[in-house]
């Protein structure tokens, strides 16, 4: 019973680097999300996915670039990282949009960008 | 901005109930109040929401007062495994949650 799985769990990065950050659903949820959490603060949504193939912009998308091409993965790529994106990634998904339903976390990718 | 205001920090001892208060004061008639908590180094946990009754499942327990301002999670005999930071949150007319600061639970032997 995985849940919300997400590769890599650390990661090094120095500043111009890219990279891409996986997480993958085995609950057939619509909606995934991906957040970032810095220290002392709540998540912030970066972007967000209603369903296969689409994606939208959430609080912070700038610096990031998202995609969904299978219903169970979503990934959040890094095209040139900037130590002000040095935080931990978390990943999550939810079976529909409709009130009442909770988002299911993965356990978060800590990245570090020097 | 958050809609919810929550204090930074409580303590609990072990094997009594913690009563964690959130105020939304300008919650809307069709927004939930749901419920997570994040124990260190971890992804968020969902634990329960609610829209106008008082609601309880095998974690926890939420009161939400009548004119729907505030709420209260009842976690009702607290353990060690039980300290972490709790978010109230209220459910946009979206499917996006915000996280605020949330309470920091410290459950104590």
């Known amino acids: 019973n995985a849940g919300v799985t997400q590769t890599p769990k650390f990661r090094v990065l120095k500043t111009g680097q890219s990279m891409t950050l996986l997480c993958a659903q085995d609950?057939?949820?619509?909606?995934m999300y991906w957040y970032r959490q810095d220290p002392g603060m709540g998540l912030r949504l970066i972007h967000y996915?209603?369903?296969?193939?689409?994606?939208a912009k959430g609080e912070v998308p700038d610096g990031y670039n998202v995609s969904r091409l299978k219903k169970q993965n979503f990934l959040l790529g890094l095209e040139s990282a900037a130590p002000s994106q040095t935080s931990v990634y978390f990943c999550?998904?939810?079976?529909?949009?409709?009130?009442?339903?909770?988002?299911?976390f993965g356990d978060g990718t800590r990245l570090s960008i020097l | 901005d958050a809609k919810t205001t929550q204090p930074p920090s409580m303590d609990c001892a072990e094997g009594r109930a913690a009563n964690l208060p959130c105020n939304h004061s300008?919650?809307?008639?069709?927004?939930?109040v749901y419920w997570y908590r994040q124990i260190h180094s971890q992804g968020p946990q969902y634990i329960i929401h609610g829209l106008k009754n008082n609601e309880t499942n095998e974690m926890a327990s939420l009161i939400i007062t009548e004119d729907r301002k505030s709420s209260t999670l009842i976690l009702p005999h607290a353990t060690l495994r039980d300290t972490a930071v709790y978010y109230c949150i209220v459910r946009l007319n979206t499917d996006k949650l915000i996280f605020g600061t949330g309470t920091r639970l410290q459950v104590f032997p």
């Open positions: 300008t919650i809307s008639g069709n927004e939930y």
């Open positions: 999550a998904s939810s079976y529909t949009t409709g009130f009442g339903q909770p988002q299911h």
């Open positions: 609950m057939n949820h619509e909606y």
């Open positions: 996915s209603v369903g296969e193939g689409t994606t």
